[in-house]
């Protein structure tokens, strides 16, 4: 059964380190954790913690492939120059990853994210769907957002406004249960 590769891209306004985004910085762990503990979650992109004093783009990431950004990134590269923040996960479906997005701890830091990030003129999330033995890379992350910016949704890459079916015919996505504002209907 096919699954939903999802990434999130976003331009903090000063660097990691910066006291100006250091409660994005810090909120971070308990947000994966509990991205990690939600229905529907299968797996993320984690980088290996015994190279935490490589920047990103040096670490070794396994089957999500080596690290990459998309062409709207212009930021550093280097640990005290990077200013995006980015993840891939993969989940059981679209309204799985929906659920986590709109509620809890990820969706009080989106109440916030004006504080930390610059006001994005690119996507700042897709998802897509990948077969089930399938791992997503940073690299189909980063064409995923670059097709959502030059052309919308389509089955190749999607929002939760408009998203496709497996079978890549557009669809509704089922809302159920708590949701934040600004949830997609």
């Known amino acids: 059964m096919p699954r939903v ?27 994966f954790e509990e991205a990690e503990r939600s229905p529907g979650f299968i797996a993320r992109a984690k980088e290996d913690e015994s190279e935490s004093h490589l920047t990103n783009f040096e670490r070794d990431w396994g089957d999500w492939g080596k690290f990459d950004v998309p062409r709207f990134y212009t930021g550093g590269r280097t640990n005290e120059t990077d200013s995006r923040a980015s ?20 969706h009080s830091s989106l109440r916030k994210r004006h504080e930390w990030f610059l006001r994005p003129e690119w996507p700042t999330y897709a998802a897509w769907w990948v ?46 249960g708590a949701a934040g504002e600004g949830h997609p209907r």
């Open 131 to 176: 077969s089930d033995d399938a791992i997503p890379t940073w690299s189909e992350a980063c064409r995923a957002l670059e097709h959502l910016h030059d052309h919308g949704s389509t089955p190749t890459a999607f929002t939760f406004r408009s998203p496709f079916s497996p079978e890549g015919t557009a669809t509704r996505l089922r809302v159920t």
């Open 87 to 106: 993840t891939l996960s993969l989940w059981r479906d679209l309204e799985s990853v929906s659920a986590f997005a709109y509620n809890g701890l990820h």
């Open 5 to 31: 590769a999802f990434t999130t891209f976003g331009i903090l306004k000063k660097p990691y380190g910066n006291i100006e985004v250091q409660e994005f910085d810090d909120l971070t762990p308990a947000t």
